[in-house]
């Protein structure tokens, strides 16, 4: 079964290039059938070129790393 419905998720740059992401979720029921619905915000962006993404809000702070030895490591450079 389909249901019509329409779906808004406004993402915006701050006037010095800083990524907001605005949760206004709109989910709005445009054929009158009773649907659920879920959200889930993905922890990943698509990228042109990975060389050019820095995580500065990570730097120095430790993590698990994903494999083998399993050792903690710390991120001692901004370019991902």
Same mark, same amino acid.
């Given at each position: 079964? +389909? !249901?019509? /419905? ?13 990524? /907001?992401? +605005? ?6 029921? +445009?054929?009158?059938?009773?649907? @659920?619905?879920?959200?889930? !915000?993905?922890?990943?962006? @698509? ?6 993404? !820095?995580?500065?809000? /990570? ?5 698990? @790393? ?10 001692? @450079?901004?370019?991902?």
């Amino acid at each position: 079964m +389909t !249901y019509r /419905f329409e779906f808004r998720l406004r993402v915006a740059l701050g006037p010095k290039g800083d990524l /907001f992401l +605005t949760s206004r979720i709109r989910n709005t029921n +445009t054929d009158g059938k009773p649907f @659920s619905f879920t959200f889930a !915000y993905h922890t990943y962006f @698509s990228v042109s070129d990975i060389r050019c993404v !820095y995580a500065l809000q /990570f730097l120095f702070l430790p993590f698990l @790393s994903f494999f083998p030895p399993w050792i903690f490591q710390a991120q001692t @450079s901004p370019r991902v």
